[in-house]
T-cell receptor, first 109, second 113 residues
Framework: KNEVEQSPQNLTAQEGEFITINCSYS?????LHWLQQHPGGGIVSLFM???GKKKHGRLIATINIQEKHSSLHITASHPRDSAVYIC???????????FGTGTSLTVIP | DAGITQSPRYKITETGRQVTLMCHQT?????MFWYRQDLGHGLRLIYY???????DKGEVPDGYVVSRSKTENFPLTLESATRSQTSVYFC????????????FGPGTRLLVL
């Protein structure tokens, strides 16, 4: 069983749709990260969360510590949002990152 | 150039050969990491380093060696490459502190024949 599970694995949306990607984790964490991997392979960090909610442009990330669950929302999706989104949990013991296998998002014009 | 770079970007080698992947960052970040990314597994931590001369194993360290003689460099060596080490390797760096934002290099695609 993976320490971090994401759903869905693949997601296709029409431009303009509201998108939600889910992440559940089984380890104790001090921080939860959302990463974006572009089609060319590069990885960038979108958010780091330890509680509550963060917003950056059309992206919103939330976390529920008690339920060990985080969501990434994209409002008014655009084809340039097409990428793989990766959830990563940083444990509160052992200095370890555990990564989900990613959600591949395709936004169709 | 500022940032984090990896070299080579692509490498083809044969089973049994030694291969070294280089990682260089210009931010003086104390933490550096090596990951491999494989289909179906996501990113997995190979080794990390909290500072120069301090390294520690991650989830999948077998068959790999690291060193960190200078803060800015964190080379990863495959001592005797195996086909199962065919993967995309990412280096990352971050400030100290629990789970700080990581900055990733562009990756190295390694094929072991």
């Amino acid at each position: 069983k993976n320490e971090v599970e994401q759903s869905p694995q693949n997601l296709t949306a029409q431009e303009g749709e509201f998108i939600t990607i889910n992440c559940s984790y089984s380890v104790g964490i001090s921080a939860l990260h959302w990463l974006q991997q572009h089609p060319g392979g590069g990885i960038v960090s979108l958010f780091m969360l330890s509680s509550g909610k963060k917003k950056h442009g059309r992206l919103i990330a939330t976390i529920n510590i008690q339920e060990k669950h985080s969501s990434l929302h994209i409002t008014a999706s655009h084809p340039r949002d097409s990428a793989v989104y990766i959830c990563a949990a940083f444990t509160n013991t052992g200095n370890q990152f555990y990564f989900g296998t990613g959600t591949s998002l395709t936004v169709i014009p | 150039d500022a940032g984090i770079t990896q070299s080579p970007r692509y490498k083809i080698t044969e089973t049994g050969r030694q291969v070294t992947l280089m990682c260089h960052q210009t931010w003086s970040h104390s933490y550096m990491f090596w990951y491999r990314q494989d289909l179906g597994h996501g990113l997995r931590l190979i080794y990390y380093s909290a500072a120069a001369d301090i390294t520690d194993k991650g989830e999948v360290p077998d068959g790999y060696v690291v060193s960190r003689s200078k803060t800015e460099n964190f080379p990863l060596t495959l001592e005797s490459a195996t086909r199962s080490q065919t993967s995309v390797y990412f280096c990352a760096s971050s400030e100290p502190g629990g789970g700080q934002t990581q900055y990733f290099g562009p990756g190295t695609r390694l094929l072991v024949l």
